[in-house]
């Protein structure tokens, strides 16, 4: 095998020492509610996906699930979700170099898991984010390597690589077109290959779907228990209000600049902001090229008999067609992070091509061709090389972390509730956050989570925080988490306290008498 068994333990080991030895660093924005999620996932209480800015929940719950091991043993160490995410990342990677190295040990094999490598390297601190929008990218690559895998004639890997789909599909529900589509090709690839051959697939198609449905339980469970729920809430988003939010020409204007990503000096990691992208035609031009020679190399290697390459040649074709459709759906503005998980699959392209390009030239021209040996070695050694950008992302993240200007006030403030809490013998607050402030509130309400605090939230929290934390009546008091301007209007009621003054952040509370649930 490509890599043991032990290494791959090893690697989990390894983040899971660095999570524990890393000091507590306080989460905000984001990254907050991901850590809320984690620990609700531990308790068994989460059922939905990760939130979205429209209201409704990502398909499911699935990579919280996967983080909540390691945090729970951490000690419920935020430093765990970053230790949680490089594992993830690194795996991805060591599932996309085996995958091509099951099929292809030549030029494949070196220059794909490379160019994911260097995706990595261009993107700082990537490898270890645990942001939904960046730990599902490397395993959609894998996702697409292991479907050309299975449908060259490979069914025993059918429910591996439906698992990693249904990873990628309930974190982002950006790449389900992409995860649904190449899933409906490869079953219906792997059916025509077995009826061609008399040979008979049910027992595995049986054990793939058997695993779907566990893997979906959640979100079906959340579905049947909250009249359609967030089910409901994407098919009402969707399909039913569904329309065309771009047009075709600003779809491929932000792919081409998804597509380019690595290769443009203005690259760098998104995290959620607006982006103008540049109008040079040939960024346009060079993308199109790209994916348009995919096919190409296609129906050549299939004329050659190469199955898998010209499978992987396609199933990459279908990947970037499937993110221009999502594109247009996009509603609102397109964000830097809708376009960056194409960025991975623009130098994949560009692998897939070389690799094509050098292996016709040294079977024509030369009659050389890469051996086995020194592309596996090549392969163990770029995975080595991820490894290493993985580990200096992990150091970044928790270096970044632990200098935040606004870590002391998020535990100061954290302090300030907790003390009131205790002197005032408050047993189940209900907390109003401000939206100026929900960034810092969100940093707060994790540390009252994982001290075991009781409290609930106003009905228009619950979309951001779930329904886990939903009032039932017997809040016995009502705290404040606000901005300058919402201090100001509470500090005018009667019995009003200030717990807590810190700009930006401000904390006022009352007693239940004049507590009310919005």
């Given at each position: 095998?490509?890599f043991?068994?032990?290494?791959?333990q090893a690697l989990?080991?390894?983040?899971?020492?660095a999570?524990?030895?890393?000091?507590p660093i306080?989460?905000?924005s984001?990254i907050?509610v991901?850590?809320?999620?984690?620990?609700?996932?531990?308790?068994?209480?989460l059922?939905?996906?990760?939130?979205?800015?429209?209201?409704?929940?990502h398909p499911?719950p699935?990579y919280f699930?996967?983080?909540?091991p390691?945090y729970?043993l951490?000690?419920?160490?935020?430093?765990?979700?970053?230790?949680?995410?490089?594992?993830?990342n690194l795996?991805?990677?060591i599932?996309?170099?085996?995958?091509?190295a099951?099929?292809?040990?030549g030029?494949l094999?070196v220059?794909v898991?490379?160019a994911?490598?260097?995706?990595?390297w261009?993107s700082?601190?990537?490898?270890?984010?645990?942001?939904t929008a960046?730990?599902?990218?490397?395993?959609l690559?894998?996702?697409?390597a292991?479907c050309?895998?299975?449908?060259s004639?490979r069914?025993?890997?059918?429910p591996l690589?439906?698992?990693?789909?249904?990873?990628?599909a309930?974190t982002?529900?950006?790449?389900?077109p992409?995860v649904?589509?190449?899933s409906?090709?490869?079953i219906?690839?792997l059916?025509?290959?077995?009826?061609e051959?008399?040979?008979?697939?049910?027992?595995?198609l049986?054990a793939?779907?058997s695993?779907?449905v566990?893997?979906?339980?959640?979100?079906i469970?959340?579905?049947?228990?909250?009249a359609?729920?967030n089910?409901a809430?994407l098919?009402h988003f969707?399909?039913a209000?569904?329309?065309?939010a771009h047009?075709?020409r600003?779809?491929?204007?932000?792919?081409?600049?998804g597509?380019?990503?690595v290769?443009?000096?203005?690259f760098t990691?998104?995290?959620?902001?607006?982006?103008v992208?540049?109008?040079?035609w040939?960024?346009?031009?060079?993308?199109?090229?790209g994916?348009?020679?995919?096919?190409?190399?296609?129906?050549?290697?299939?004329?050659?008999?190469?199955?898998?390459?010209a499978c992987?040649?396609?199933?990459?074709?279908v990947a970037?067609g499937?993110g221009l459709w999502t594109l247009t759906r996009?509603?609102?503005?397109?964000?830097?992070?809708?376009i960056?998980w194409?960025s991975?699959?623009?130098p994949i392209?560009a692998?897939i091509?070389?690799a094509a390009?050098l292996?016709a030239?040294?079977a024509?021209?030369t009659?050389?061709k890469?051996?086995?040996?020194p592309a596996?070695?090549?392969?163990?050694?770029?995975v080595?090389?991820?490894?290493?950008?993985?580990?200096r992302?992990?150091?970044?993240?928790a270096t970044?972390e632990?200098?935040?200007?606004?870590?002391?006030?998020?535990?100061?403030a954290?302090?300030?509730i907790h003390d009131y809490?205790?002197?005032?013998?408050?047993?189940?607050p209900l907390?109003?956050?401000?939206?100026?402030?929900?960034s810092?509130?969100?940093?707060?309400?994790v540390k009252?989570?994982?001290d075991?605090?009781?409290f609930?939230?106003?009905?228009d929290a619950?979309?951001?925080?779930?329904?886990?934390f939903?009032a039932?009546g017997?809040?016995?008091?009502?705290?404040?988490i606000?901005?300058?301007?919402?201090?100001?209007?509470?500090?005018?009621r009667?019995?009003?306290t200030?717990?807590?003054?810190s700009?930006?952040?401000?904390?006022?509370?009352?007693?239940?008498?004049?507590?009310q649930?919005?």
């Amino acid at each position: 095998m490509l890599f043991a068994p032990h290494g791959r333990q090893a690697l989990l080991f390894g983040a899971f020492v660095a999570s524990r030895d890393t000091p507590p660093i306080t989460t905000v924005s984001d990254i907050a509610v991901i850590e809320l999620y984690t620990d609700l996932a531990t308790k068994g209480r989460l059922l939905v996906g990760p939130y979205s800015r429209f209201g409704w929940h990502h398909p499911g719950p699935m990579y919280f699930y996967l983080q909540a091991p390691m945090y729970a043993l951490s000690g419920h160490k935020a430093a765990a979700l970053y230790a949680g995410a490089l594992t993830i990342n690194l795996g991805a990677l060591i599932l996309l170099t085996l995958a091509i190295a099951r099929e292809n040990r030549g030029w494949l094999l070196v220059l794909v898991p490379a160019a994911a490598v260097v995706f990595a390297w261009r993107s700082p601190r990537f490898l270890a984010s645990p942001w939904t929008a960046h730990v599902a990218v490397l395993p959609l690559a894998s996702f697409v390597a292991l479907c050309a895998a299975t449908a060259s004639r490979r069914p025993t890997l059918l429910p591996l690589t439906l698992a990693v789909g249904s990873f990628v599909a309930q974190t982002h529900l950006e790449f389900a077109p992409v995860v649904g589509t190449l899933s409906a090709a490869t079953i219906a690839a792997l059916l025509a290959a077995h009826t061609e051959h008399n040979q008979s697939i049910k027992p595995t198609l049986a054990a793939a779907a058997s695993l779907c449905v566990l893997l979906w339980l959640f979100p079906i469970g959340e579905a049947l228990s909250h009249a359609g729920g967030n089910v409901a809430a994407l098919w009402h988003f969707f399909v039913a209000e569904g329309r065309q939010a771009h047009t075709f020409r600003e779809a491929v204007t932000a792919w081409s600049y998804g597509l380019s990503g690595v290769f443009r000096t203005d690259f760098t990691l998104p995290w959620g902001g607006h982006f103008v992208p540049g109008s040079s035609w040939w960024v346009v031009a060079c993308s199109l090229i790209g994916v348009l020679l995919l096919p190409v190399i296609a129906l050549t290697d299939l004329k050659a008999g190469r199955r898998f390459e010209a499978c992987l040649a396609i199933a990459a074709f279908v990947a970037c067609g499937s993110g221009l459709w999502t594109l247009t759906r996009v509603r609102d503005d397109i964000l830097d992070h809708e376009i960056f998980w194409l960025s991975a699959f623009g130098p994949i392209n560009a692998a897939i091509i070389g690799a094509a390009v050098l292996r016709a030239l040294g079977a024509r021209r030369t009659g050389w061709k890469w051996g086995s040996r020194p592309a596996v070695a090549g392969a163990i050694l770029t995975v080595f090389l991820g490894a290493a950008i993985g580990l200096r992302d992990l150091q970044n993240f928790a270096t970044y972390e632990l200098t935040r200007l606004d870590r002391r006030r998020i535990v100061a403030a954290y302090s300030s509730i907790h003390d009131y809490l205790r002197d005032r013998g408050i047993r189940k607050p209900l907390i109003e956050i401000d939206e100026a402030v929900w960034s810092q509130a969100a940093g707060v309400l994790v540390k009252l989570q994982r001290d075991r605090t009781a409290f609930a939230l106003p009905a228009d929290a619950l979309p951001l925080f779930t329904d886990s934390f939903a009032a039932n009546g017997v809040e016995d008091a009502q705290i404040s988490i606000a901005s300058r301007v919402r201090h100001r209007q509470l500090m005018t009621r009667p019995d009003n306290t200030v717990v807590f003054e810190s700009d930006p952040v401000y904390i006022d509370a009352i007693r239940a008498a004049r507590a009310q649930v919005r």
